[in-house]
């Protein structure tokens, strides 16, 4: 028992004087190791994601974003068209349909869905034509409609644009189902 | 066959051996002098950040590197008075006014000493300043930005070495005169030296809230070489040292007529006093030109001002300011220690170091101790102003730096090798070679009243078999040791660029916090700013055409540009809409004779183009900024001179059937 009293009294005198002139001004010593979606940054304007996860409609999203590992791609520098299904949305699927694309052993088919939802460019909403196709991330098109002003994709109607730092978040009521593969 | 194996193995076991008995026997060769634990000491893990910023002047290249100690990763190359075709600095019509000088633009200049902003005599993390050694300028660069924020003229100098060291709360930078010279531009014949040719110290007073400087005064002294110098502190602040070479006031070959005398002087300049005449009004105005830039990161424009005079201070009119302490033999760096109170010469041709005691200095003009003047400025007695000599250190001292353990550390040229030594003892402690031939050296916060005694840097002058070989050109070495312990131990070369002159080094911490990431839009004032797709538009004035264009991943607005005409002076005025930290553009345009613009997240830069022949001609972005990175690029339609095409701009839209997105 002495002898463990008095460890860790000599390891706080050790550690007292190898104080390193790094922490100064308490400054950070490393960076946080993870994807860009882990940078400390509260000064520039959010990105895709940060859009995502400040938004309160958008929990299901950013949970299946996270499940897929998908957050530090939409971290980058894209640019990203991202269209993004509310929680509502999510809850117009079939019961059950979030929580089993959420297991590991369907990562493939969530992410298939996710990137039926990215397109890589900055469409913004003054370039968006009736009809206009888009090839997103998954490979499968989208297609977009613009009828008296107001934007669909797939049908789903677009209740708000959201300007991100690395691209533009539609935001949409219903969740694009990738077309079934032959 | 199995012979063979069986013998060359019996081989390679006696090679082992033998190695291993043999190694001792050998002379120690750089290989054996790094060893141990070094690698360890050295090594920052990835994603880990260094423990010092050092910052290293570039010498010849007229820059400043910014490198990570302790694993010697070079960070980034900040243009001070050269050209950067990488950032534009130089091209771009906002940073040309910081080049500007009395003799018009000049885009080098020999950058030789750093020195980092203290308050209290310790580093502070606000700003650097450097010397351009070659048209006598200083420069200040912030350490939010890293970048080039101002530029003063030195007039009266004949070549500003002995600079820019600063006084304890940054008060004051200096910049002696290396060369004198007659002043005003005199026309004279170069034997009159001793009639006509004077020194010339400035004090450049620095805004203790902006940093701006400004020439507060110029001390007019006798004529002969200002070398280097260092601020008092602590008992001593209030005064400055300076080294004095060419006492004997030689003109020619001062190889041989310039080392004739056993001593020239260390001039101590009780720069209070100084201040006291000018308050007093004691000065006199003189006319002299010279040029006060300073770039704004409002405007994120340069201005570039000609000043037409300076208030000067003769030192023989004054007998208090000016004191000189004779020194061996042509002294060359003149350091003072932490305690504020040891002043150490270094005679570069000499075989001991005298170093000086402040205390015993005021005691000796108090007691008017002097062995005679120089004229008219009295010259203190040697033994009067000396606490102590290191003997026989080494050959060639020229710098030294100190540890907060009471230690010094002086580079020695012509011995090419780093002695440690007592201050207060004079005893000499350690001593390791350098590879080779050391000129200025490093102990982070070593020249302020807080060194953090963990590494001395060594900037070497030659480098020969150091790294692989690139032809007859090579890079520079810097060379880290551990100084710790009892013993320097060298754990590091490193490569840098330039001429590594002098360089400090500075805790991080006391600069990552600070560190800028990118400039808000908002408040953005450059006059040719588009803050926003918008404000895009294409102006013509007489034969110049302005472009008002914004960049943002991934396209530039506008991209398709006619109405040019072959003659025009054409302003790309480009302004980063990113506000997104790291996301630069870059933009270039075919043809054009100056280089690329970099332009910062919520900056605007201008390109000037000057189109020589009719066509339609590709710019793009030149940074890597996206995954439509190679898209992001327009063109711009030259017609010739006089021509009619009418003046148009766009983006995204299309003229003809079959074009466009989603055709």
């Given amino acids: ?182 | 066959m199995k012979n063979l194996i069986k013998i060359s193995f019996l081989f390679a076991t006696l090679a082992v051996v033998a190695g291993g008995v043999l190694s001792s026997c050998k002379p120690k060769g750089p290989a054996e002098v790094s060893m141990g634990d070094a690698a360890s000491k050295v090594y920052v893990a990835p994603g880990k950040y260094d423990e010092f910023y050092n910052i290293v002047s570039g010498g010849f290249n007229g820059q400043i590197g910014v490198y990570g100690i302790p694993s010697g990763r070079l960070f980034r190359i900040i243009p001070v008075f050269s050209l950067s075709p990488e950032s534009g600095y130089g091209f771009s019509e906002e940073t040309k006014p910081m080049l500007n000088t009395s003799q018009g633009f000049v885009p080098w200049d020999d950058l030789h000493h750093i020195a980092l902003s203290t308050t209290n005599g310790e580093h502070d993390g606000r700003w650097i300043f450097a010397n351009g050694n070659n048209t006598p300028r200083v420069a200040r660069v912030s350490f939010k930005s890293f970048r080039t924020e101002e530029i003063l003229e030195i007039p009266n100098s004949g070549g500003n070495h002995s600079s820019p060291f600063i006084t304890e709360n940054t008060e004051y930078l200096v910049a002696g005169t290396r060369f004198s010279v007659p002043m005003g531009g005199k026309d004279v014949p170069i034997s009159s030296y001793k009639e006509n040719f004077k020194g010339s110290i400035s004090f450049v007073k620095v805004d203790s809230i902006s940093g701006e400087m400004n020439i507060a005064f110029q001390l007019r002294t006798p004529g002969f070489n200002y070398d280097l110098s260092r601020a008092g502190k602590g008992p001593s602040h209030g005064w400055f040292f300076f080294s004095c070479y060419n006492t004997e006031q030689a003109y020619t070959l001062l190889e041989v007529n310039a080392s004739q005398k056993d001593k020239d002087f260390i001039m101590a300049v009780n720069w209070k006093k100084a201040e006291e005449y000018i308050r007093q009004g004691k000065g006199r105005i003189e006319k002299a030109k010279y040029a006060h830039n300073i770039y704004s990161e409002k405007t994120h424009m340069a201005t570039s001002k000609i000043e037409d005079e300076v208030l000067v201070l003769d030192v023989t009119e004054f007998p208090d300011i000016v004191y000189f302490i004779p020194c061996p033999k042509s002294p060359h760096g003149c350091d003072v220690d932490p305690s504020g109170e040891y002043i150490v010469g270094s005679g570069k041709l000499a075989a001991m170091m005298p170093v000086f005691s402040f205390g015993k200095i005021q005691t000796a003009i108090a007691n008017k101790d002097y062995e005679g003047d120089f004229n008219g400025i009295p010259v203190i007695k040697y033994e009067a102003a000396l606490h102590g000599e290191v003997k026989k250190p080494g050959l060639g001292p020229l710098h030294t730096e100190f540890d907060e353990k009471g230690n010094a550390y002086t580079s020695f040229f012509v011995s090419s090798e780093i002695v440690k030594w007592n201050v207060k003892t004079l005893e000499i402690l350690d001593r390791v070679p350098t590879y080779y031939s050391i000129g200025h050296l490093c102990v982070p916060g070593g020249p302020t009243s807080k060194p953090h005694g963990k590494y001395v840097i060594a900037y070497n002058k030659i480098t020969k078999d150091r790294y692989l070989p690139t032809g007859p050109e090579l890079t520079q070495s810097a060379q880290l040791y551990d100084i710790s312990g009892d013993k320097m131990q060298l754990l590091l070369d490193f490569p840098t660029t330039g001429e590594p002159h002098y360089a400090e080094a500075i805790p991080a911490g006391l600069i990552t916090p600070n560190s800028t990431k990118i400039y808000k839009i908002e408040e953005n004032e450059n006059p040719y700013a588009a803050k926003g797709e918008s404000k895009t538009k294409v102006e013509r004035k007489g034969n110049e055409v302005h472009v008002y264009m914004t960049a943002i991943r991934s396209h530039l607005t506008p991209d398709n540009i006619e109405g040019v005409r072959v003659g025009d002076d054409v302003y790309f005025h480009v302004t980063n809409l990113e506000q997104d930290w790291d996301v630069p553009h870059g933009f270039a345009v075919k043809g054009a004779t100056n280089s690329e613009i970099l332009i910062m997240p919520g900056e605007t830069q201008t390109l000037k183009w000057k189109p020589t022949g009719t066509g339609v001609v590709p710019f793009y972005c030149t940074d890597f900024c996206s995954a439509l990175h190679q898209e992001m690029s327009g063109y711009v339609r030259v017609s010739p001179a006089g021509s009619s095409t009418p003046l148009k701009f766009s983006t995204g839209k299309t003229e003809d059937q079959n074009s466009g997105a989603g055709k």
Avoid: W
């Fill in chain 1, 1 to 182: 028992m002495k002898r463990l009293i008095y460890v860790p009294l000599l390891l706080l005198l050790a550690c007292g004087q190898q104080q390193s002139a790094n922490q100064e001004a308490g400054a950070t010593l490393e960076s946080t190791g993870g994807g860009q979606s882990t940078v400390q940054d509260e000064t520039s304007e959010p990105d895709v994601v940060r859009v995502a996860v400040n938004s309160p409609l958008h929990t299901t999203l950013v949970a299946a974003l996270k499940g897929a590992e998908y957050v530090d791609a939409l971290s980058n520098a894209g640019p990203f068209t991202v269209f993004a299904p509310t929680n509502e949305a999510f809850d117009k699927l079939p019961a059950g349909t979030v929580e089993n694309l959420l297991k590991p052993e369907n990562k493939d088919a969530l992410r298939n869905i996710l990137e039926y939802h990215v397109y890589v460019g900055v469409i913004k909403e003054e370039y968006v034509q009736d009809g206009m196709t888009l090839n997103q991330v998954n490979l499968d098109n989208v297609t977009l409609n613009k009828k008296d002003g107001k934007i669909t994709v797939n049908g789903a109607k677009v209740l708000g644009v959201v300007k991100a730092s690395n691209g533009v978040v539609y935001v949409i009521d219903a969740v694009l189902l990738p077309p079934d593969k032959k």
